[in-house]
C-alpha cells in the first residue's frame, strides 16, 4: 500500500519570505499524481498544485511550485512571497493511476503552516 | 456550477443514534469519494461510489458504516449507533469520468456526544 509522510508537523516563516514543505511517498507504482492541498480554517481542501510522476519538468503555479525527485520518492512545495492568506494547513497526496477514473487519494498528515507578518 | 455540496455542515448526534451525511455531487460528476478527517490528521479514503455501484470500499468501517449513490438525489453516508471515537470531519469529493482532480465539499463536523 501507498503511503505519504509529512515529516513537519508546523512551520513558520515571515511575510514575503520563502518557504519549503516537504513530503515523502512510498510506492512501487511507476505511474502517478501528485498533489498539494491547502485546507484554510473553513476546513475547504483546495487544490494548490498537481505533479503527474511522467513528467520530468516541475509543475509550478504562480507563487507555488514543486520539487519532484522520482527516484528519491520526494515531492516537496515551495511558497514564495510568502503571504498572510497562505497560512493553513497542507497536504501532501498520492494518487495511483491504477483505476481507471479512479480518484482514490492517500495523504500525508499534513504540515500547519504559520505566516508571521 | 455550483461546487460539491455537503450537508449538513454541522451534526451532533448522541452515542447511539444515526447519523446521515449528505453529498451532492458537481454538475456532470458520476464519481463520489468520501474521506474521514480526525483532529489533527489527514483525510483517510472510505469510499468510492459511482452511480448505483460501489467500487471500492476499503476503507470504510466494517460494521455500522454504509454509503450510497443513488440513481436520483445526493450521495448518502450514513453511521449507525454512533459513538465517540466516530466524531470527526467527514468530506466528500467528486469527479468527473477520466479526469485528474477531484473537487472536495466542505465537509461535515460530526460531534457525538
Known amino acids: 500500500a501507498q503511503t505519504v509522510t509529512q515529516s513537519q508537523p508546523e512551520m513558520s516563516v515571515q511575510e514575503a519570505e520563502t518557504v519549503t514543505l516537504s513530503c515523502t511517498y512510498d510506492?512501487?507504482?511507476?505511474?502517478?499524481?501528485l498533489f498539494w492541498y491547502k485546507q484554510p480554517p473553513s476546513r475547504q481542501m483546495i487544490l494548490v498544485i498537481r505533479?503527474?510522476?511522467?513528467?520530468?519538468q516541475n509543475a509550478t503555479e504562480n507563487r507555488f511550485s514543486v520539487n519532484f525527485q522520482k527516484a528519491a520518492k520526494s515531492f516537496s512545495l515551495k511558497i514564495s512571497d510568502s503571504q498572510l492568506g497562505d497560512a493553513a494547513m497542507y497536504f501532501c497526496a498520492y494518487r495511483s493511476d491504477g483505476i481507471q477514473g479512479a480518484q482514490k487519494l492517500v495523504f500525508g498528515q499534513g504540515t500547519r503552516l504559520t505566516i508571521n507578518p | 456550477n455550483a461546487g460539491v455540496m455537503q450537508n449538513p455542515r454541522h451534526l451532533v448526534r448522541r452515542r447511539g443514534q444515526e447519523a446521515r451525511l449528505r453529498c451532492s455531487p458537481m454538475?456532470?460528476?458520476?464519481?463520489v469519494y468520501w474521506y474521514r478527517q480526525l483532529p489533527e490528521e489527514g483525510l483517510k479514503f472510505m469510499v468510492y461510489?459511482?452511480?448505483?455501484?460501489?467500487?471500492?470500499e476499503s476503507g470504510m468501517p466494517k460494521e455500522r458504516f454504509s454509503a450510497e449513490f443513488p440513481k436520483e438525489g445526493p450521495s448518502i453516508l450514513r453511521i449507525q449507533q454512533v459513538v465517540r471515537g466516530d466524531s470527526a470531519a467527514y468530506f466528500c469529493a467528486s469527479s468527473p469520468w477520466g479526469k485528474t482532480e477531484a473537487f472536495f465539499g466542505q465537509g461535515t463536523r460530526l460531534t457525538v456526544v
Open positions: 454538475k456532470g460528476h458520476s464519481h
Open positions: 510506492t512501487s507504482e511507476s505511474d502517478y499524481y
Open positions: 461510489l459511482q452511480k448505483e455501484n460501489i467500487i471500492d
Open positions: 505533479q503527474e510522476a511522467y513528467k520530468q
